[in-house]
T-cell receptor, first 114, second 113 residues
Framework: EPEVTQTPSHQVTQMGQEVILRCVPI?????FYWYRQILGQKVEFLVS????????KSEIFDDQFSVERPDGSNFTLKIRSTKLEDSAMYFC????????????FGEGSRLTVL | AQSVTQLDSQVPVFEEAPVELRCNYS??????LFWYVQYPNQGLQLLLK??????LVKGINGFEAEFNKSQTSFHLRKPSVHISDTAEYFC???????????FGTGTRLTVIP
């Protein structure tokens, strides 16, 4: 069964460093998402991406964050200068049909900022 | 905007007993409703979804949920739980025609042998 894959599974970084989280969505999916889950809190929407551009973003997704699809298969989330409060589990998701309603999630990348 | 409330943060239940996990939502527009499960150290897996049609929705692993528009609820039920059902359960809502999900804070179901 096709699945969304994410790397790394866990990354530890120093505050102020840049981090790139990578995702490979399901191959025939067209819409891509990043969500995050701070430990013990709800899963929060960050950004959605379609046709090589951001279609929607939350207030969490500030100038420190960026996304791109560099090669037609990977979908990346970059945090330019990490802060302690960026420590969270980051989930990538994809969906084929915008109106289908079912997002397929990866297993997540745990980011720890020291 | 949409929001989801899961009133129960933790639900312990004995094996083979029935369980109901509560979910209430608020929205000014039509919505899609979902339940996701998160097993330890894993991602989110879709249990079931309501898009339209029958208000009783059956999902994987013997779970079902009922959409109640008048009460703005989408409670998850299972008649007999197993140890393997121990996990975190998230209710989520999205506006119809959109995919951005708004999640509740989750309910940790613990099945006791």
């Amino acid at each position: 069964e096709p699945e969304v894959t994410q790397t790394p599974s866990h990354q530890v970084t120093q505050m102020g460093q840049e981090v790139i989280l990578r995702c490979v969505p399901i191959s025939n999916h067209l819409y891509f998402y990043w969500y995050r889950q701070i430990l013990g809190q709800k899963v929060e929407f960050l950004v959605s991406f379609y046709n090589n551009e951001i279609s929607e973003k939350s207030e969490i997704f500030d100038d420190q964050f960026s996304v791109e699809r560099p090669d037609g298969s990977n979908f990346t989330l970059k945090i330019r200068s990490t802060k302690l409060e960026d420590s969270a589990m980051y989930f990538c998701a994809s969906v084929k049909d915008r109106f289908n309603g079912e997002l397929f999630f990866g297993e997540g990348s745990r980011l720890t900022v020291l | 905007a949409q929001s989801v409330t899961q009133l129960d943060s933790q639900v312990p239940v004995f094996e083979e007993a029935p369980v109901e996990l509560r979910c209430n939502y608020s929205s000014s527009v039509s919505v899609y409703l979902f339940w996701y499960v998160q097993y330890p150290n894993q991602g989110l897996q879709l249990l079931l979804k309501y898009l339209s049609g029958s208000t009783l929705v059956k999902g994987i692993n013997g779970f079902e949920a009922e959409f109640n528009k008048s009460q703005t609820s989408f409670h998850l039920r299972k008649p007999s739980v197993h140890i393997s059902d121990t996990a975190e359960y998230f209710c989520a809502v999205s506006q119809t025609g959109a995919n951005n999900l708004f999640f509740g804070t989750g309910t940790r179901l613990t099945v006791i042998p």
